[in-house]
């Protein structure tokens, strides 16, 4: 189980609002209810629970109830400290959590969290114990004389601090909750709690730990004054505008500079006609996508706008660049993992690679020259290979059967062969056949 610890115990002085920081609203929603929202739409997060201010803890289930938080499950009284809440936190799950169990601490007033930091904490605590979403330092930086705020004006610097050496530190913090547990239960039995700054981190300093490195984002940041505010509000609005620009479709192809223009325009030709709704979808960042031979393909949208509840296969076109660039984005390796599980993945030419690198098949097909890509797969000369939900083509000679394959397991063999001989496709005979256009 992996269970999300949302800190909303603090008041937020710093803000200059009248109520605490995570409960003042943006666009007519709680702070807290977009951080808690990120949680609860995350796949890996199975439970969450909130460390809460005690006057808000029944405006809690007011929020669960209202925002639909089906794994808000648990709300506990937070403390006077970071420290302090997540240790009401860890000790709320004594009954609730096994040691092998992850739990995620985070700021409730850190609504800026993104779903693939949530995953890659997630993955390197998995590993390693405990993870902290990180950053490199990218500022130039100095040691303060005194330990006073830059805005006094008897504080100065005189020393350099090599920012190649410092890493900036953020939530979420993962760790497996019988690690936390146990480090919590021997710093207060040893007295070390009381002798470090209220936080996780420079407890497990003071302790001799590792901490992990996990994804961080400088887009991260919690809301601490007024200006954190306005910056989240714009956050929101052009959330607000993306999602209204999102295209569904049955079938997502997806589209790379140096795709082999034939395979991935011949796929969507012949879906379209048996009635599949299919998306181009650019993962270069915008809609012009350069083919092969450097014709100009316009997508239908970017692979970031893609309703991909909605679709039931993504396929991926071949050819040398254009699978090079594939197998570098992120959204393409997290939805060729995730089709993979229960709906269909296709590939064709060399891009049958990226999927022998995720390990997603036994067996498969692939152009010639990438049979030394594909790993422990079973590489046959077919031309079109299904194993399971995974379809493979060999290439560009291929892509007619390989795309009538798709629509067989998509629509049905009546359809598929339809579609065969309206173009003509291994037909004998065509006589008395009226060709209608689809």
């Known amino acids: 189980m992996n269970v999300a610890l949302i800190l909303a115990g603090g008041v937020g002085t710093r803000l200059g609002a009248k109520i605490p920081k995570q409960f003042v609203e943006v666009l007519g929603?709680?702070?807290?209810?977009?951080?808690?929202?990120?949680?609860?739409?995350?796949?890996?997060?199975?439970?969450?629970?909130?460390?809460?201010?005690?006057?808000?803890?029944?405006?809690?289930?007011?929020?669960?109830?209202?925002?639909?938080f089906s794994k808000l499950k648990w709300v506990t009284e937070g403390g006077d400290t970071f420290q302090g809440s997540v240790l009401n936190g860890i000790r709320y799950l004594e009954d609730k959590a096994k040691k092998s169990d992850i739990v995620l601490i985070h700021f409730g007033a850190s609504p800026f969290i993104t779903g693939d930091i949530i995953s890659d904490c997630i993955r390197?605590?998995?590993?390693?114990?405990?993870?902290?979403?990180?950053?490199?330092?990218?500022?130039?930086?100095?040691?303060?004389?005194?330990?006073?705020?830059?805005?006094?004006?008897?504080?100065?610097?005189?020393?350099?601090?090599?920012?190649?050496?410092?890493?900036?530190?953020?939530?979420?913090?993962?760790?497996n909750y019988g690690f936390v547990a146990d480090m919590y239960k021997e710093a207060i039995e040893t007295g070390i709690i009381?002798?470090?700054?209220?936080?996780?981190?420079?407890?497990?300093?003071?302790?001799?730990?590792?901490?992990?490195?996990?994804?961080?984002?400088?887009?991260?940041?919690?809301?601490?004054?007024?200006?954190?505010?306005?910056?989240?509000?714009?956050?929101?609005?052009?959330?607000?505008?993306?999602?209204?620009?999102?295209?569904?479709?049955?079938?997502?192809?997806?589209?790379?500079?140096?795709?082999?223009?034939?395979?991935?325009?011949?796929?969507?030709?012949?879906?379209?006609?048996?009635?599949?709704?299919?998306?181009?979808?650019?993962?270069?960042?915008?809609?012009?996508?350069?083919?092969?031979?450097?014709?100009?393909?316009?997508?239908?949208?970017?692979?970031?706008?893609?309703?991909?509840?909605?679709?039931?296969?993504?396929?991926?076109?071949?050819?040398?660049?254009?699978?090079?660039?594939?197998?570098?984005?992120?959204?393409?390796?997290?939805?060729?993992?995730?089709?993979?599980?229960?709906k269909y993945v296709a590939a064709v030419c060399a891009a049958p690679s990226i999927l022998a690198g995720l390990d997603l098949m036994k067996k498969a097909t692939v152009h010639p020259d990438f049979k030394n890509h594909m790993g422990k797969v079973e590489v046959t000369n077919e031309s079109v290979v299904v194993d399971g939900n995974i379809i493979t083509g060999q290439g560009l000679g291929s892509t007619i059967p390989f795309s009538l394959e798709l629509i067989n397991v998509l629509y049905g063999e009546d359809i598929m062969k339809r579609i065969s001989r309206e173009i003509c496709y291994n037909c004998q005979d065509c006589s008395g056949f009226a060709y209608k256009p689809i």
């Open 124 to 175: 390197v605590c998995k590993e390693k114990g405990n993870a902290i979403s990180t950053t490199d330092f990218y500022l130039l930086s100095g040691k303060k004389k005194i330990d006073s705020s830059v805005s006094d004006p008897e504080n100065y610097t005189e020393e350099y601090i090599n920012r190649d050496t410092v890493a900036i530190m953020n939530t979420p913090h993962a760790f």
């Open 194 to 342: 009381d002798t470090v700054e209220p936080h996780t981190t420079t407890l497990m300093y003071a302790m001799g730990k590792k901490i992990y490195f996990a994804m961080g984002s400088q887009n991260n940041i919690k809301i601490t004054r007024k200006e954190d505010l306005e910056l989240f509000e714009g956050y929101v609005l052009e959330q607000q505008r993306k999602s209204q620009d999102i295209v569904n479709g049955d079938v997502v192809v997806f589209l790379a500079d140096g795709f082999e223009e034939c395979e991935g325009l011949l796929i969507v030709d012949l879906l379209r006609r048996s009635g599949l709704k299919v998306v181009m979808a650019s993962i270069m960042g915008r809609r012009d996508v350069k083919s092969s031979r450097e014709i100009l393909i316009h997508a239908d949208c970017l692979a970031e706008n893609v309703d991909y509840n909605s679709a039931k296969m993504i396929v991926l076109p071949g050819g040398r660049l254009g699978t090079k660039n594939l197998s570098k984005s992120d959204i393409v390796i997290e939805q060729c993992k995730n089709f993979a599980e229960e």
């Open 29 to 68: 929603k709680p702070v807290l209810a977009y951080t808690i929202e990120a949680f609860e739409k995350h796949p890996e997060i199975d439970a969450i629970l909130v460390a809460c201010v005690k006057p808000y803890i029944d405006y809690m289930w007011e929020m669960k109830e209202k925002y639909g």
